[in-house]
């Protein structure tokens, strides 16, 4: 082969792009598609489906979260726990599918647990659940996201998915981190 | 659960989330078929599904009628379908004499922003899904072509090539027993 000699550009040479690209819905929805269709075939169950889906988008979420905070927020992380809820909720929600999330909420009975709640998901937009198969919520792949960029932000978090007023992402931190945040805010 | 899909509305989709979604997906079938060569057949495969549906898409909105000659039908991929769904123009070169074969040329290909290819994945074909893309694309407008990598900027070549031939036009098949 001559790629030994050949100059692979790196990526850390290059400036990082503004995010301003963007591709028609139907190519990214016919891509998911052939995703979700792919990981069927590899499964026997409905949550082994979404685990799976949720992996892929684990894998997206790692790579987001430091573009997403050297680009938006100067290089700054959240510390606190509200203002990454927030963060999610707006900045990050707007720069992936082009408008905030339609609503933030705690649970009344466990502080550890919010709530994210979206109407439509951008990837459930051309997605037919099948009868037999009802309780699939394709966002499992918006879970893995979300639940990526929280690990990797220091906020370790289970991120699940469910039917309820559209699709709700039930947000369940570990315990440190609601003690961590209680002392923070101490401060 | 009634989802409306607002069909007609030309909305966009973010480029990264789409370029990292693609990264997860070819990350993923690298860990489950482990050879190159299973990966780029996969993708391809794919992409042919994709190129079926989409071309549908593609005749419904872009009011493009049937190409006189290959030459028009390269145009059309580059100035037409790849701008509408990947925003993007490569540029159409290097014909053969018979006037059957040209190469797409892209200098910013979507798919393989923040991609580089580790060592040992030489023969890995990154953004093979064009490739069933096109095929599957064509195919449903009666033509086979074959699509293969040329050139591919994660190897180190300053564009990514792409070479389209026409092999035959196809008719439309009678199914067996109907005549």
Same mark, same amino acid.
């Given at each position: 082969m001559s790629g030994l000699q050949r100059q692979k550009a790196s990526n850390l040479d290059k400036p990082l792009s503004k995010g301003k690209a963007e591709v028609n819905v139907a190519t990214f929805a016919l891509m998911f598609s052939e995703i979700v269709q792919y990981c069927q075939n590899r499964v026997y169950t409905v949550p082994e489906l979404q685990n799976k889906l949720s992996d892929l988008g684990q894998h997206v979420g790692n790579h987001l979260l430091d573009i997403l905070?050297? !680009?938006?927020?100067? /290089?700054? !992380?959240?510390?606190k726990l509200l203002?990454?809820?927030?963060?999610?909720?707006? $900045?990050?929600?707007?720069?992936? /599918?082009?408008?905030? &999330?339609?609503?933030?909420?705690? &649970? $009344?009975?466990?502080? !550890?647990?919010y709530y994210i709640i979206e109407k439509e998901p951008l990837v459930n937009k051309f997605i037919s659940v099948p009868k037999d198969k009802g309780s699939l919520n394709c966002a499992a792949f918006t879970a893995g996201i979300i639940e990526a960029v929280l690990n990797g932000a220091n906020f370790p978090a289970k991120v699940t998915v469910h039917w309820h007023k559209g699709t709700t992402f039930m947000i369940k931190f570990e315990e440190s981190v609601i003690a961590r945040d209680k002392l923070v805010d101490g401060r | 659960m009634s989802r409306q899909a607002t069909r007609g509305d030309p909305r966009k989709v973010n480029g990264?989330?789409?370029?990292?979604?693609?990264?997860?997906?070819?990350?993923?079938?690298?860990? =489950?078929? +482990? =050879? =190159?060569? +299973?990966?780029?057949k996969q993708l391809e495969k794919m992409g042919y599904n994709i190129g079926v549906r989409l071309i549908e898409d593609f005749l419904a909105r872009s009011n493009t009628g049937r190409c006189n000659d290959f030459r028009e039908t390269a145009d059309i991929i580059s100035k037409t379908a790849f701008k509408m769904y990947l925003g993007?123009?490569?540029?159409?070169?290097n014909w053969s004499a018979a006037g059957d074969e040209f190469s797409l040329l892209m200098e910013n290909n979507p798919l393989i922003d923040f991609v580089e290819l580790p060592d040992g994945h030489n023969s890995l074909n990154y953004s093979n899904i064009f490739c069933g893309v096109l095929k599957g694309a064509l195919e449903m407008v009666q033509m086979e072509v074959d699509v293969k990598f040329v050139q591919d900027q994660l190897k180190g070549d300053s564009v990514t090539e792409l070479r389209l031939k026409f092999i035959k036009r196809l008719e439309d098949a009678v199914p067996v027993g109907e005549d």
């Open positions: 905070f050297v !680009r938006e927020r100067g /290089f700054k !992380r959240e510390v203002n990454m809820l927030l963060f999610i909720k707006g $900045n990050f929600w707007k720069t992936l /599918f082009g408008k905030d &999330a339609d609503k933030l909420e705690q &649970a $009344n009975d466990d502080e !550890r647990t | 990264e989330l789409f370029t990292l979604t693609y990264g997860a997906l070819v990350a993923q079938l690298l860990r =489950d078929y +482990e =050879d =190159d060569e +299973e990966v780029n993007i123009t490569p540029v159409v070169s």
